[in-house]
């Protein structure tokens, strides 16, 4: 239904190279004003006074926006604000939607939707970013780590972006903290079930399962694993400690396996291989990421996985 409409939208995007956070900002708020006031659209009421900006575009209106699509990620701190020599484009944006109009393909609500689906992908095309901050602790720094990890699988539906980032962080720390082991890392959304592994990682007598969401499969997993003598352990984050607690005395294994937050599991050896000196302590952070991040590029399609430190 909405091919042609579709067909024209990705042209304007592809010809007038609009993937930057500020254009997708302005694009997103001139949408929002054609909604409301209906097209065709006269671009003289997108000017200030002063002629110098677009009226009312700001960080506060792209964010109102936003909210209304469940996105609480800033899109753009200046929101968009444009200078004299972009109005034009905006003037121009304005014309393409009177032509789509013109043309009776001017869904609004349909535009605006698709707009706010580019600036997903604006998001998610990102990668996450390790502020190592020396007055936080380790925990602290991991933990903000999987919180943004969260707010993006929450703004993209569907897509498990904390527990592969989670899984990763474990096999990169275990490269470092035993090089001469073949750590072995699979792609996250390749089931156990579908690869033929016993878990996520083993080592020596030890099967390491990495999760962010305990449930009773995976504590079944564990009992067929300490049935063929192995040694389960799995990794979790720290508000899923409970819960796999709680499921692993059900099953009878409570006593049987180890069960670690994850933030300290790796923060632990963080500490250990840099010697405990504040000076080696970034450079490991540093070696970490390297290793993650070879890991997204080995085993993960998606490169946004990908973690820079700031």
Not at 31 to 55: H, N, Y
Not at 129 to 134: F, S
Request: hydrophobic share 40%; aromatic share 8%.
């Amino acid at each position: 239904m909405h091919d042609a409409l579709d067909e024209k939208l990705v042209a304007y995007q592809i010809k007038h190279k609009l993937t930057s956070k500020g254009k997708l900002a302005a694009i997103l708020y001139i949408t929002r004003v054609a909604k409301e006031k209906g097209l065709p659209l006269d671009p003289s009421v997108l000017i200030t006074d002063s002629r110098g900006q677009v009226q009312g575009l700001g960080k506060s209106a792209v964010q109102s926006i936003l909210a209304e699509y469940n996105i609480v990620r800033i899109l753009a701190e200046e929101g968009g604000r444009t200078s004299r020599g972009s109005l034009g484009s905006m003037q121009d944006y304005a014309d393409f939607l009177n032509e789509l109009n013109h043309h009776g393909i001017a869904d609004m609500s349909y535009i605006e939707q698709w707009w706010i689906e580019r600036i997903k992908d604006f998001f998610s095309s990102q990668p996450f970013n390790l502020r190592y901050d020396t007055s936080k602790s380790l925990r602290a720094i991991i933990r903000d780590l999987m919180e943004q990890a969260y707010k993006r699988q929450k703004e993209n539906p569907g897509t498990m972006y904390a527990g592969a980032v989670l899984q990763h962080l474990v096999g990169a720390k275990l490269t470092l903290a035993l090089p001469e082991a073949e750590i072995v890392s699979n792609g996250s959304a390749v089931a156990d079930q579908v690869s033929g592994r016993d878990g996520d990682f083993h080592v020596g007598e030890v099967i390491i399962h990495v999760t962010t969401s305990p449930g009773e499969a995976l504590m079944r997993k564990c009992k067929r694993n300490l049935e063929s003598g192995y040694r389960p352990m799995i990794i979790t984050t720290y508000a899923s400690m409970p819960a796999a607690e709680a499921l692993a005395n059900i099953q009878e294994i409570g006593g049987r396996i180890d069960i670690l937050e994850a933030e300290q599991f790796i923060a632990t050896n963080v500490y250990e291989i840099s010697k405990f000196k504040p000076d080696f302590r970034k450079v490991t952070i540093e070696r970490l990421l390297v290793e993650y991040n070879k890991i997204i590029e080995k085993v993960e399609s998606d490169l946004s996985l990908k973690i820079s430190m700031g």
